[in-house]
């Protein structure tokens, strides 16, 4: 599962993070496993999840379905919901 995948037992890292090629070192180095996402504010998960998930909802179903609405919770004083337009 593409969540999984992504969120499971990783370092997520922003794709313009000072030290993303130190992580990628780590990565490739089998010392962490990293996830280079757009943003990793809450808001910035909750709007990448939405996307990815958009496109494969639509993708498995023909583009009968789609992904309308992402909540993400960091933690119990932080979360995002980001509804699609």
């Known amino acids: 599962m593409w969540l999984n995948l992504v969120f499971d037992h990783v370092v997520i890292v922003e794709k313009d993070d000072p030290s993303l090629e130190l992580f990628k070192s780590l990565d490739k180095n089998n010392i962490m496993r990293i996830s280079i996402v757009p943003a990793t504010s809450a808001e910035g998960l909750a709007s990448f999840v ?32 980001v509804t699609a337009v």
């Open 50 to 81: 939405l996307s990815e998930a958009d496109r494969i909802v639509r993708q498995l179903t023909d583009f009968r379905v789609k992904a309308t609405k992402v909540v993400c919770f960091e933690d119990e004083k932080n979360s995002a919901c």
